[in-house]
């Protein structure tokens, strides 16, 4: 988010604090400030395969087919890279 800043919210800022404090493999939640756009972090995933997996976000909201389609199609964005989903509102 940029009221944030790079320094602070940003895979890079991630990874160096992991690697700071030792942490190896970690698992990334997708934040509500992004809502269901899964890009950045499904990115994130992609690029460190070997260390990180992903929380998706789902909408308990919508009617339940197009929920369970939307959160397919987000974690088509990232395959085999997302462990698990949560649910907000």
């Known amino acids: ?4 800043g790079d320094s602070v919210a940003s895979a890079e800022a991630f990874a160096a604090a ?3 404090s030792g942490v190896d493999r970690a698992l990334i939640v997708q934040p509500i400030n992004y ?3 899964h890009t950045y972090v499904a990115g994130v995933l992609t690029d460190n395969k070997d260390k990180y997996r992903g ?3 789902a909408d308990p909201s919508q009617p339940a087919k197009a ?3 939307a959160l397919r199609a987000a974690c088509a964005t990232a395959p085999n890279l997302w462990t698990g989903v949560r649910f907000n509102p």
Do not use: G, S, Y
Not at 1 to 4: I, R, S, T, V, Y
């Open 35 to 37: 809502l269901f756009d």
């Open 55 to 57: 929380m998706a976000l």
């Open 67 to 69: 929920a369970a389609e």
């Open 18 to 20: 992991c690697k700071e």
């Open 1 to 4: 988010p940029a009221n944030l």
